[in-house]
Each structure stands twice: as C-alpha cells, then as structure tokens.
C-alpha cells in the first residue's frame, strides 16, 4: 500500500468516526426511560406476572428502532387462562340477554375512552398511518354497539321443519388476532363470544 492510499483510508475512517452521534449520559438515561416495558399479562381479571420469561422486542416499523421489550407468556401461562376461562365459562354461559347488552356496553365505553391512546399505539408499533389508526379504532369500539343491535333481535332458538333448534355455548374457545388489526380483531370476536347466550330472558 502506498502512504498516499493509506492517508486515503485513513482519512475515510476518520469521516465515518466523525459521523458517528455520541449520546449524551442524561440523554441515554430519558431513551432508557422512554422504553415501553410490557412485563404483565391479563389473567383471570388481574394483571400478573407471566410464567414465561422469554423477552421479545417491540419495533416501530416507521423507523426500524426498538421502543419496548415484552416479556412473552408461555405454556403455563396459557393453562392459567384457560382453567380461567372454564371457571368463569359456568355462570357467564347463564347470563341473560340483558346483561350481556350491559357488558357489550360496557366494553364499547372502555374502549372508546382509549381510542386516542390506541391510536398512537398503532402508528408506533404497527407504522399505520394517522387516519388508517384513528378509523380502525373508532371501528373497534363501535362493533360493540353493532352487537347489541344483533343481539336485541336475534332469536336462540329456531324452528327447522318438525324440530326445534337451539344455540347455546359450548365452553371456552382460543381466538387468533392479525397482527395489522389488533384492537380490531381482538374487539369483533369478543363481541361475538359476548353476544352468546343461553337464556333468551
């Protein structure tokens, strides 16, 4: 290598330490602050401490960054909800019309108050824009209110030819959610469980 290709490289290598931003301590500390922790999973009414100890970064698409870690449920996590589910299966399955209007309701209220926050929580982990974020929202508090419009004028129990057909719950069922519509997909098949009932008064 002759001295002046090795003042080239040299010379390249001090442009790129040169681009390179140090961060300053305070301002790391604010990063490190600034990262969402998402360390509990909803069971049985009550956030928990999962079993599971596996850790999963949580990625905003738009720019390609970590801005959180969660840490992932597991198969011990995932029999806990389900014995749950089967406890609470035996009185929720006996519910009238009416209180299952009244939960459908309820949901819709409890969501519709988060729509600001879930919007932004869908344009930082999903990279969805500004107006997809703010309809698909709105749309996943406002299925709730279509249940309830299903609900007050549909029939448990129909006549086929000679017999007589009735729908009732069956047990605890698993649901899967897209990863691009989750408050979507998570509110239109638990207002579907919710609408299933086995008393019609």
């Known amino acids: 290598m002759t001295h002046s290709s090795f003042n080239d490289v040299l010379t390249k290598q001090n ?3 040169n681009k390179v931003s140090l961060v300053h301590p305070t301002e790391f500390c604010e990063k490190i ?9 909803y069971i049985n009414g009550q956030f928990v401490t999962p079993h599971g100890a596996e850790i999963s ?11 959180g870690h969660v840490t992932l449920g597991d198969e011990v996590d995932t029999r806990m909800a389900i014995a749950a589910a089967k406890a609470a299966f035996v009185k929720f399955s006996k519910t009238t019309i009416e209180e ?46 279509q249940f309830i419009g299903v609900l007050k004028d549909y029939s448990f129990e129909r006549t086929m ?6 729908y009732e719950p ?11 519509s989750n408050s979507g997909s998570i509110c239109i098949k638990l207002a579907a469980i919710s609408k ?4 019609d008064v």
């Open 100 to 145: 299952r209007i009244g939960y459908l309701q309820r949901l819709h209220d409890a969501v519709i108050k988060r729509v600001p926050e879930l919007k932004d929580a869908t344009i930082a982990e999903y990279g969805a824009t500004v107006q997809r974020a703010a309809w698909s929202n709105q749309l996943a508090a406002e299925i709730f209110l």
């Open 15 to 17: 442009e790129r330490f």
């Open 196 to 199: 299933q009932s086995n008393k």
């Open 170 to 180: 069956l047990g605890v069922v698993a649901i899967m959610t897209a990863w691009n």
């Open 33 to 41: 602050n600034n990262m969402k922790i998402i360390d509990k999973i």
């Open 57 to 67: 970064d949580l990625i905003n698409p738009t720019v390609n960054q970590v801005i």
């Open 161 to 166: 030819g000679k017999s007589v057909v009735r």
